[in-house]
Nanobody, 128 residues
Framework: QVQLVESGGGLVQAGGSLRLSCADS????????MGWFRQAPGKERTFVAA????????YYANAVKGRFTISRDNTKNSVYLQMNSLKPEDTGVYYC?????????????????????WGQGTQVTVAS
């Protein structure tokens, strides 16, 4: 069983940085590729970034490429999202998600329905 808990959200000024964390209390974390999604008020949940089970492959949405970095530490059952140069349009609830996938490379970005487990989300607000 995978149980995901996000943390690290908050209020930040435009241009600032935040680091989100997602911890899994299960025992099979390294069997999963991990992703980050976000959802702005009144909008659909959209893909942000993904990382393979080993951390050897990553994939980003164009909107965050060059500003956000996804990483993971399988010894701590955790995945992270370092967000730099934040913009007001980055505001939303950020969710981490797990997909059982042991391939060494990611096939691009999966849709929300492809993921098996979700966290409860953490709010990120970027003030202009």
């Amino acid at each position: 069983q995978v149980q995901l808990v996000e943390s690290g959200g908050g209020l930040v000024q435009a241009g600032g940085s935040l680091r989100l964390s997602c911890a899994d209390s299960g025992r099979t974390f390294s069997s999963y590729a991990m992703g980050w999604f976000r959802q702005a008020p009144g909008k659909e949940r959209t893909f942000v970034a993904a990382i393979s089970w080993s951390g050897g492959d990553t994939y980003y949405a164009n909107a965050v490429k060059g500003r956000f970095t996804i990483s993971r530490d399988n010894t701590k059952n955790s995945v992270y999202l370092q967000m730099n140069s934040l913009k007001p349009e980055d505001t939303g609830v950020y969710y981490c998600a797990a997909k059982r996938y042991s391939g060494p490379r990611l096939p691009g970005s999966w849709a929300t329905y492809d993921y098996d487990y979700w966290g409860q989300g953490t709010q990120v607000t970027v003030a202009s």
